[in-house]
């Protein structure tokens, strides 16, 4: 089981921009597509982003679509979502995730999940 860790989450104001970063301990997520996944106050979870094993192939919600972008590192076995025009809808715990042998998206039933970031979009 992946050790997920997620961090850079924060306070920040309407427009602004923040890159969240997902790591794993003790194992390597190049193995794996990693998606981020989003879950506010009182509302379920949602995928926010995907990306493959090789970075070859990402999908976002249509929410974040032109404001968020998914990348990966293998060299440092390190997945980011650059956050920017960020807006008050966006705060929410962000968690990232991956699935058992799947190297592509979408993750369809996450098996191991990180302890989240928060994002708050406050002015």
């Known amino acids: 089981q992946l050790q997920i860790v997620e961090s850079g989450g924060g306070l920040v104001q309407p427009g602004g921009s923040l890159r969240l970063s997902c790591t794993a301990s003790?194992?390597?997520?190049?193995?794996?597509?990693i998606g981020w996944f989003r879950q506010a106050p009182g509302k379920e979870r949602e995928g926010v982003s995907c990306?493959?094993?090789?970075?070859?192939?990402?999908s976002y919600v249509d929410s974040v679509k032109g404001r968020f972008t998914i990348s990966r590192d293998n060299a440092k076995s390190t997945v980011y979502l650059q956050m920017n025009s960020l807006k008050p809808e966006d705060t929410a715990v962000y968690y990232c995730?991956?699935?058992?042998?799947?190297?592509?998206?979408?993750?369809?039933?996450?098996?191991?999940w990180g302890q989240g970031t928060q994002v708050t979009v406050h002015s």
């Open positions: 003790g194992f390597t997520l190049n193995y794996y597509a």
């Open positions: 995730a991956a699935e058992s042998r799947r190297v592509s998206c979408p993750i369809r039933v996450a098996t191991d």
């Open positions: 990306i493959s094993s090789t970075g070859g192939t990402t």
